[in-house]
């Protein structure tokens, strides 16, 4: 069965370093996604990318976040200086362009900010 | 109000019993409603999925939408200690539309 697939599973960086999360979503899928889940919350809508573009982005994507499909298999999201606050369950998901809209997760990547 | 409610639980039942999860909403807009399951430290894994209002059924989960009270429920039957999770709903007003999600409910199964 297609799935999304996240790496690295885990990141350790220190405060005021640049991340680079990685995502290869299904691959006959057009719409693309980041959420986050901070430990105990709730998961939290971050950007949705279709077309090589933003379509619609969060508060909390504010300019230190940013979001490429540099080879047309990976989804990356960049964070230029993490803060602690960043620290997070960072999930890709993806969905058909002209589908149900069901959106399917990858398993994460745990960013720790020290 | 939040735009989504759910109760966070935790939900513990014995093995063999009928679960109902459910969520409120404020936002008349929304048309596209999801349950998932998340294990601990997992990604959320979709359920059901059920466009504007109706009942769904898929094996031993039922995924009901009342839009006129802004209230959906899946029910679980005969629950196994697998079932054991924590379940999101969620929901959005277009089919490529962010989802708003739920805090969630932790659901424990006990043999």
């Known amino acids: 069965e297609p799935e999304v697939t996240q790496t690295p599973s885990h990141q350790v960086t220190q405060m005021g370093q640049e991340v680079i999360l990685r995502c290869v979503p299904i691959?006959?899928?057009?719409?693309f996604y980041w959420y986050r889940q901070i430990l105990g919350q709730k998961v939290e809508f971050l950007v949705s990318?279709?077309?090589?573009?933003?379509?619609?982005k969060s508060e909390i994507f504010d300019d230190q976040f940013s979001v490429e499909r540099p080879d047309g298999s990976n989804f990356t999201l960049k964070i230029r200086s993490t803060k602690l606050e960043d620290s997070a369950m960072y999930f890709c998901?993806?969905?058909?362009?002209?589908?149900?809209?069901?959106?399917?997760f990858g398993e994460g990547s745990r960013l720790t900010v020290l | 109000q939040k735009e989504v409610e759910q109760d966070p639980g935790p939900l513990s039942v014995p093995e063999g019993a009928i679960v109902s999860l459910n969520c409120t909403y404020s936002?008349?807009?929304?048309?596209?409603f999801m349950w998932y399951r998340q294990y601990s430290r997992k990604g959320p894994e979709l359920l059901m999925y059920?466009?504007?209002?109706g009942n769904k059924e898929d094996g031993r989960f039922t995924a009901q939408v009342d839009k006129s009270s802004k209230y959906i429920s899946l029910f679980i039957r005969d629950s196994q200690p697998s079932d054991s999770a924590t379940y999101l709903c969620?929901?959005?007003?277009?089919?490529?539309?962010?989802?708003?999600f739920g805090t969630g409910t932790r659901l424990q199964v006990f043999p």
């Open positions: 998901a993806s969905s058909e362009r002209d589908g149900t809209g069901e959106l399917f």
């Open positions: 691959s006959n899928h057009l719409y």
């Open positions: 990318f279709y077309n090589n573009e933003i379509s619609e």
């Open positions: 936002n008349s807009a929304f048309q596209y």
């Open positions: 059920t466009y504007s209002s």
């Open positions: 969620a929901m959005s007003r277009g089919n490529t539309d962010k989802l708003i």
